[in-house]
């Protein structure tokens, strides 16, 4: 397993933007698919963005197109979530994770960072 580590987290106004890091180590990580999630409290878990293993296909929920933007750097051995136009709605702990074979289902990774919390102020 590769192992994880998010940053860049923090508290932000609506309509501002923050860029969140995943750092890979102990892992190949240009072999995995890499997702971000997102978990508010007492809410489940909520698939927010997928980018390939090269880096040449990504998906996004419908609620962040057009406003986010996931990449990767596997020279680097990183992922990027680039969050612009942010609402209150995006206000939760972000977690990316790692899967061979990883798409917009939690089950379809196996590894996990420790998730970086995001709040937005209305």
């Known amino acids: 397993q590769v192992q994880l580590a998010e940053s860049g987290g923090g508290l932000v106004q609506a309509g501002g933007s923050l860029k969140l890091s995943c750092v890979g180590s102990?892992?190949?990580?240009?072999?995995?698919?890499i997702g971000w999630f997102r978990q508010a409290p007492g809410k489940e878990r909520e698939f927010v963005a997928v980018i390939t293993w090269s880096g040449r296909s990504t998906d996004y929920t419908g609620s962040v197109k057009g406003r986010f933007t996931i990449s990767r750097d596997n020279a680097k051995n990183t992922a990027s979530l680039q969050m612009n136009s942010l609402k209150a709605e995006d206000t939760a702990v972000y977690y990316c994770?790692?899967?061979?074979?990883?798409?917009?289902?939690?089950?379809?990774?196996?590894?996990w960072g420790q998730g970086t919390q995001v709040t937005v102020s209305s």
């Open positions: 994770a790692a899967g061979f074979r990883g798409s917009d289902e939690a089950r379809t990774y196996d590894s």
């Open positions: 102990r892992g190949t990580f240009s072999r995995y698919n």
